[in-house]
């Protein structure tokens, strides 16, 4: 395990020594870790106050003391997993298997797997927990229409499915009084869902934003926070309305939300940077910082006790010359990696 800390531009620092909920720090700081093991990555989750880290790894997930940059834990046998949520009510953790199209169970504390619960829809993707209903909320890439799926985090038992509008759903928030919101990235939509009927209520356009993913809900202002490629927007949950946006950088795939000290983290993988924003109030918005990372590192996770952000991003050497006679790839898809030769974990603190 290798560290180094990566302080933020001069100029940003003298922004943020001006910040009124920072009054015990006045400036940023990147520690960056070498953590090893194998595969991609897509989603990670910070354990609230623990410091532990879940990290995606494509057939498994590692666990990261985000305090140390050390591997503490592993959980196996996650095939293409995305993402983690974790009920503590429950002490069940909760894995999205795209591979077999399964949700793991573990027990939080030891990390031992319970079981695999089949999710018969596929196009597992997003995970995450609704404190209100107490259920586990999946949204799927499934076909040819997505889904949002409703597990009790207890008995993993499938409670309830809904049916979406588009077949590229992302990230899910809550309210805490009942409803769901859904980004979905292809339409530009956001749908509003019953927590507890799993019914569609509303669909609302997200214009100027593009390719909506990551997704917070801010209790105390009333705002849901959706992160989109370049453009950002904050949205009034009573009439669906765009009421303020942000500029951020490009390839965004997830949101990471401070309530405490107002912060609004926007990662963007294409620019290799996090854009720090601060709610002045419920529809004023300033940007505060924009923090490097590395290229690639699109998904984010924040400890909102310890207030620290999290990231993670392999680095992949040159991809393997294409075979004799292969066909091209087809227009717009991923172009092929190479093995993983690094894997990078960065803590963003202030």
């Not at 943020?16 to 006045?26: D, F, K, M, N, R």
């Not at 499938?158 to 899910?172: F, H």
């Not at 924009?290 to 699109?298: D, E, I, N, Q």
Request: hydrophobic share 35%.
């Amino acid at each position: 395990m290798t560290k180094c800390s990566l302080p933020i531009p001069a100029v940003l620092v003298a922004v943020a020594v001006t910040w009124p909920h920072l009054t015990s720090a006045q400036t940023f700081k990147v520690d960056r870790y070498s953590i090893g093991g194998e595969g991609g990555t897509d989603y990670l989750t910070a354990e609230p106050g623990t410091g532990r880290v879940f990290v995606s790894r494509g057939t498994h997930v590692m666990v990261i003391d985000g305090r140390t940059g050390k591997v503490i834990g592993d959980i196996p046998d996650t095939p293409r997993t995305h993402g983690i949520a974790l009920a503590p009510k429950s002490n069940h953790g909760f894995t999205t298997n795209g591979g077999d199209s399964t949700v793991t169970m573990f027990d939080l504390k030891t990390l031992v797997p319970i079981k695999k619960i089949r999710v018969p829809s596929g196009g597992l993707d997003g995970i995450m927990y609704d404190d209100f209903s107490d259920r586990i909320i999946l949204t799927n890439h499934s076909r040819p229409i997505g889904t949002a799926t409703a597990i009790d985090p207890g008995s993993g038992e499938i409670l309830g499915v809904a049916e979406l509008e588009d077949n590229a759903p992302e990230g899910a928030a809550s309210d805490g009084k009942g409803r769901l919101f859904v980004n979905n990235e292809s339409k530009n939509t956001m749908q509003v869902l019953d927590a507890r009927t799993m019914k569609v209520s509303s669909s609302w356009p997200l214009t100027p934003c593009e390719g909506p993913t990551g997704i917070a809900f801010d209790r105390s202002s009333n705002r849901i926070f959706s992160g989109c490629g370049k453009t950002s927007v904050v949205i009034d949950p009573n009439s669906g309305r765009v009421v303020s946006t942000i500029a951020n950088g490009d390839g965004v795939d997830a949101l990471g939300w401070d309530a405490s000290e107002k912060l609004i983290y926007i990662p963007a993988g294409r620019d290799g940077n996090v854009t720090v924003v601060r709610q002045d109030s419920p529809d004023k918005y300033t940007v505060v910082a924009t923090v490097p990372t590395m290229r690639g590192a699109k998904t984010i996770a924040v400890d909102p006790v310890r207030h620290v952000a999290y990231l993670f991003q392999p680095e992949y050497g040159p991809a393997p010359a294409p075979a004799p006679g292969a066909p091209a790839p087809a227009p717009g898809s991923r172009p092929p990696r190479g093995p993983v030769i690094g894997s990078w974990f960065f803590v963003i603190s202030h």
